[in-house]
């Protein structure tokens, strides 16, 4: 249990609060040449799940749920596998109960399936390079196949139905007068999503399309109203300040910086404190950083590692590198600092021997010196990218969280690399593999950051006189074309809707053409989203006027205003009648997430 650490009384009106993280927390792994084994009981990601009951005049608790069906062995344990099982299209199982169809050729478990969400800019590799080879190579990424007529969407509904039925059922019975309570406040509980950064609205229409159909909300409305977005990373501050006393070291004008090192990204966000009082008040400084290299790339590298090294040894194969994986993360890879010498690997049984490659009674052992390359990719990905953030910027702490950030090494080597600039590591001493979660409900209550920087540049497409004495439209010529429009010689009684995409550029500094002088749609541009409205409500503002050719039209101003609430893309029409500006109302539609 969390509560907030300056023990602030809540002021707002009685809700529920809940929140869900996806995680990316990784275990075994098993692969065969040119292509990853999906069916491995242990390969899973991770979500996790907190709440609050927050109720006027009392200071919020932030709670984790810790039973799940399926997994009573795990009573206290926050963290699900993120997998769903079906057989010929139908729902079978989700978290820890579809761990017994992995394997079973009458079923297909669907895994890593956020991954099919990832815009292209995210989609850097989930496999490194072998252990000993260039830390910026990076080859493209592969995604598990969903299971055999389901979609994407559909496997978003069973597991959040899955996950919203499990929290429903912790909350009832581990609340005093829970069941009440739940009948009163259910229909207005606020759900808080953690998102990569990366992310934008594309992915959050489509999981608030997936709540709707899990029943969770009840309608596009209703996703609307009670669905909050928030990055992995904002939440992570929220959940740090929470647990340190931020007065003793933190004042006005000072940045610092949070790294949410997890199991397959680590993001990195700068902040400037602009208040302490009434309430801490935070601004992004820049674009975060988010970089493909959590602690599965460790796992990976030591994959590589013991392949290489037992090419020729009967323990060479699959099952026995495997094995290696499994304990080398589950003990080496956690306690390694750096100092130790011999890092013994137990894999197998004491029948197990192979001197000529050094194992013996089912043990081999790795020198600090080949632990340290398993990680070395990883932490030179990580501190480059929370390098690139601060761009020379001094800062005196960096706030360093999340499973992987719990790595004595990796800590140790974070705090070589910043303390030669001036700057103090600091780490939260309880697990904070729960950050995101428990961290997004306290970023609702708390809503400590003002001010964020958008990670891209947002424009629309227009049309252009063209115009021969300029070079850049000579080279474009072949896209020339006679633009003609509808006119009404009398003032309509109705006017028709408007439709305009919202496009993203993703390049290097700026550019005012989306295609090249081919005509063909530029790399570093993208669709968001689709904008549309009904113009009859502006029609009150229609004017007649004359063209320099004499003929006589009606025209009417209007403009769209679009602002980021949050994570969440708002957008209204705009138009004026004489000196008044009026509103009326827009509706976003998200470019498809399929690439």
């Known amino acids: 249990m969390a509560t907030q650490s300056d023990s ?89 109960e579809a761990r ?100 934008d609205t594309r992915q959050q229409e489509f999981l608030k399309e997936a709540a709707q159909e899990a029943g969770i909300v009840q309608s596009e409305e209703d996703a609307d109203l009670r669905i909050e977005f928030v990055t992995e990373g904002e939440a992570s501050v929220h959940y740090v300040l929470g647990k340190i006393n931020h007065k003793t070291w933190l004042k006005k004008g000072s940045m610092f910086a949070v790294t949410d090192a997890g199991g397959s990204t680590v993001d990195s966000t700068l902040y400037v404190c602009k208040a302490l009082e009434p309430k801490l008040e935070l601004e992004e400084v820049c674009a975060s950083e988010c970089v493909q290299a959590g602690g599965v790339f460790v796992d ?29 993360e589950q003990r080496a890879k956690r306690i390694f600092d750096g100092s130790q010498e011999s890092n013994v690997i137990e894999f197998g049984s004491r029948r197990d021997n192979d001197r000529e490659y050094g194992i013996i009674q089912g043990k081999i052992a790795l020198t600090a010196s080949e632990v340290c390359t398993t990680f070395d990719n990883v932490i030179k990905r990580s501190t480059d990218s929370c390098l690139k953030l601060l761009r020379g910027r001094k800062i005196k702490h960096l706030l360093l969280v999340g499973g992987f950030g719990e790595s004595p090494y990796f800590r140790l080597r974070f705090e070589e690399e910043f303390g030669s600039h001036g700057t103090d590591v600091v780490t939260v001493e309880e697990p904070s593999k729960k950050a995101a979660a428990e961290g997004a409900v306290m970023w609702y209550i708390k809503q400590m950051v003002s001010a964020r920087v958008a990670r891209f540049t947002l424009g629309t497409q227009i049309i252009v006189p063209f115009n021969p004495a300029r070079v850049e439209h000579l080279t474009r010529r072949s896209q020339v074309f006679i633009h003609t429009s509808q006119s ?15 496009l993203v550029w993703e390049g290097e500094g700026n550019t005012k053409w989306t295609t090249d002088v081919n005509g063909n749609r530029l790399p570093q541009i993208r669709d968001l989203c689709s904008i549309e409205a009904d113009l ?21 101003g209007y403009g769209v205003r679009c602002i980021y609430n949050g994570t969440k893309l708002q957008a209204r029409l705009e138009w004026k009648v004489e000196d008044k500006t009026y509103q009326g109302p827009i509706r976003v539609i998200p470019a498809s997430v399929w690439k």
């Open 300 to 328: 990976r590298a030591a994959r590589s590692l013991f392949t290489e090294k037992l090419s020729n040894s009967k323990f060479g194969d699959e099952e026995s590198i495997s094995d290696m994986v499994d304990k080398f």
């Open 536 to 556: 009859t409500p502006a029609i009150a503002g229609l004017n007649q006027v004359t063209s320099k050719h004499g003929i006589k039209y009606w025209k009417v």
């Open 100 to 199: 017994e169809y992995l394997g079973d050729e009458a079923y297909e478990v669907s895994k890593w399936f956020k991954l099919h969400l990832h815009p292209d800019s995210m989609n850097f590799s989930d496999e490194p390079p072998a252990y000993d080879s260039d830390p910026g190579a990076s080859p493209a990424m592969e995604i598990p196949p969903l299971p055999s007529n389901v979609t994407l969407a559909e496997v978003y509904t069973d597991f959040m139905q899955y996950v919203f039925g499990g929290f429903r059922t912790f909350f009832q019975k581990t609340t005093p007068n829970g069941p009440a309570i739940w009948d009163r406040l259910s229909s207005n509980t606020v759900i808080v999503l953690t998102i990569p950064n990366g992310w």
């Open 8 to 96: 602030q009384v809540y002021q707002g009106e009685e809700k529920i609060i809940v929140a869900i993280d996806l995680g990316t927390t990784h275990s075994k792994f098993v692969y065969h040449p040119f292509n990853l084994c999906w069916n491995n009981p242990n390969l899973n990601r991770i979500a996790a799940v907190s709440f609050a009951h927050a109720y006027p005049g009392s200071v919020v608790d932030v709670r984790m749920v810790t039973r799940w069906k399926g997994q009573p062995e795990a009573a206290g344990d926050s963290k699900i596998p993120t997998i769903v099982a079906y057989e010929q299209g139908e729902l079978v199982a989700c978290g820890a």
């Open 488 to 502: 009404y010689s009398e003032k309509p009684e109705t006017l028709d809707g408007f439709c305009i995409d919202l």
